[in-house]
């Protein structure tokens, strides 16, 4: 079975506030005599369910085109949370022993297309704690691993510095809490801090 765990992208898809939103622009059109339709994308690189590249946080860090593939897909552990907002710890998450990838649901998954006035994240302490226990990624379906109003991105910075990556913006509405096979490939971008994805789970 197949769980799409994507925020479908659509022009009234929240982005963070001041980014770019989701726009498509016809360039050709069948209906007017072109031989095809073609379109272009304006979007922010974090649009909807995305991985964030290091760039994003620090200017020597690696572009999203850069980050390890392998990161991104394999097993992957979905665990739900009832803290709505505020730091995450250790004991908020439980057992995660044998995972690889930690894939966390909150209440975020079950609004609609509206931006979280709340949401939970990382703290710096959970994330040291994952990686000692050999995580690699850690998905959120929170717009952000830091607080909203962060401006020193301690958990951004602590994911590089324990070599793991992040995803962002999740939709984990209707997946059960277990084991999956996570497949959420960033796209080959050169320059860009992040890249959307097509994330998906898969028994």
């Known amino acids: 079975m197949i769980y799409d765990i994507t925020r479908p992208v659509t022009p ?46 620090t200017d020597d860090g690696a572009f999203i085109g850069d980050m ?9 552990r979905v665990i739900t949370v009832s803290k709505n907002d505020g730091p995450l710890l250790p004991e908020d998450v439980g057992d995660v022993t044998g ?13 609609g297309e509206v931006w979280p006035e709340q949401f939970p994240y990382l703290s710096v302490t959970l994330i040291d704690w994952l990686a000692d226990l050999g995580v690699r990624l850690i998905g959120l379906d929170s717009p952000s691993v830091d607080a909203f109003d962060s401006k020193d991105l301690p958990c951004h ?4 510095r324990r070599g793991m990556v ?3 913006t999740l939709y984990l509405r ?4 277990g084991d999956y096979e996570l497949i959420a490939l960033p796209l080959r971008l050169d320059g860009a801090c992040g890249s959307p994805v097509r994330a998906i789970l898969r028994t």
Request: proline share 9%.
């Open 12 to 57: 009234t898809l929240p982005v963070w506030p001041g980014d770019t939103p989701f726009r498509v622009t016809p360039l050709l059109r069948i209906a007017e005599g072109s031989s095809v339709n073609l379109t272009t994308l304006n979007a922010t690189a974090h649009l909807g369910t995305h991985a964030d590249a290091y760039y994003h946080y």
């Open 68 to 76: 390890p593939l392998d990161a991104y897909i394999g097993p992957a």
């Open 99 to 111: 995972a690889q990838r930690v894939l966390i649901h909150s209440a975020v998954s079950d609004l």
């Open 157 to 160: 910075h602590a994911l590089r």
């Open 166 to 168: 992040n995803l962002e």
């Open 174 to 177: 209707g997946v059960p809490d």
